[in-house]
């Protein structure tokens, strides 16, 4: 198993953080509930001045737990991921070089998800803040994140960002699949990038249960 912890602490996020959970709750609910939750979270002038840099990841937070207090908690789950997956579709069409993705395209899954793995542990700070991330890329690849400051609940922005990242990068066969846990007896968040075997006459739920295997052979 090998374990790698990210760079230096920075106290801010990128600014997609904001800017798509904007677009996904106005998308499902108009902007007259964009302009209600960002301001009972303190930045009202966000919604016709979206940031164009890093932002400090308590604006992220605030945000993010006005849309909890102000949806009933499965809503807010839906935004917060459709968000997440608009952040990680940005990602790919902006951030990550074309002769990256072609690499990632040719490779085997298992050494296309280390590689991807890698690459967002290098950027970890845009997305995990003051938070420290921490990188396994044995049999199960896996991320985990200390002390989060932008975590929702069940971790559903980052479960749909890395989700998107991976199946579009990688492999649609490809899951995350997120638990809460503690390190150090510091709350932390880990995201295990899991295959995922559809057996015919099984159906989708039970196949996540039973089909689920490592990264021990190419997909």
């Not at 009972?40 to 849309?67: C, F, I, Q, T, W």
């Not at 807010?76 to 997440?84: S, W």
């Not at 968040?189 to 490592?214: E, L």
Request: proline share 7%; glycine share 8%.
């Amino acid at each position: 198993m090998v374990k790698d912890i990210g760079p230096p602490a920075s106290g801010v996020v990128g600014p997609n953080a904001v800017i798509q959970l904007g677009n996904a709750l106005e998308r499902r609910h108009g902007r007259a509930a964009v302009l209600d939750v960002f301001s009972r979270g303190g930045y009202p002038d966000l919604v016709d001045h979206p940031p164009d840099k890093m932002v400090n990841e308590d604006v992220a937070a605030a945000l993010m737990a006005s849309l909890f207090e102000v949806m009933k908690p499965a809503e807010a789950g839906a935004i917060v991921c459709e968000a997440g997956r608009m952040t990680a579709d940005y990602v790919i069409a902006h951030r990550i070089p074309r002769a990256a993705r072609w690499l990632l395209a040719g490779a085997p899954a298992p050494l296309a998800a280390r590689l991807l793995l890698k690459s967002i542990h290098r950027n970890a700070w845009t997305f995990c803040g003051s938070g420290v991330c921490i990188i396994e890329t044995g049999r199960t690849p896996a991320l985990t994140l200390i002390n989060n400051p932008i975590r929702t609940p069940d971790c559903a922005w980052h479960t749909a960002v890395l989700q998107q990242l991976f199946k579009q990068l990688v492999s649609a066969r490809l899951r995350i699949d997120y638990c809460a846990v503690r390190l150090d007896g510091n709350p932390a968040d880990r995201f295990d990038v899991v295959r995922v075997r559809h057996k015919s006459g099984i159906a989708p739920g039970r196949a996540r249960q039973k089909a689920q295997t490592s990264f021990g052979h190419p997909d």
